[in-house]
């Protein structure tokens, strides 16, 4: 009943909801390619029209560290979060399952090791997403 309540009060709002994390997420996509010798964002297939609930970044582990680029933004008060799939074959449930592997997997590692969230929220406004492009900016200096 309390799901049930929150998805009634929400789904009047979906439309802006969705419409502001698309922005958002464009946003720092357009932003991104200014830095593109440190960071990497997502591919958006020209046919998909995704609803993110977050940005994902890739670092390039030549020229800084994830763990260097997360404490700056957290040190800024802007929250993170880990990306929770990459190489899922390194997670502990999966210790002693059998299984087959087809290829060395150095991409799901890349995604676990140099990779994170930055939010998009839909009450996040241009200002905000400047402040997280510009913090990220100032990671690299």
Known sequence: DL????????????DFIVRRRRENFRYLDERLKNLSDFFSGPEVHPAAFPSPYAFPISVNADRISRNEVVCKLEAARIETRPIFAGNLLKQPAFVNIERRVSS??????????????????????????????????????
């Open 3 to 14: 799901q049930a309540s929150i998805l009634c009060a929400q789904a009047d709002k979906i």
């Open 104 to 141: 060395d997997l150095d991409g799901t590692d890349k995604i676990m090791r140099d990779s994170f969230f930055v939010g998009v929220h839909p009450y996040l406004g241009e200002e905000e997403m400047e402040y997280i492009y510009q913090t990220l900016r100032g990671a690299t200096e």
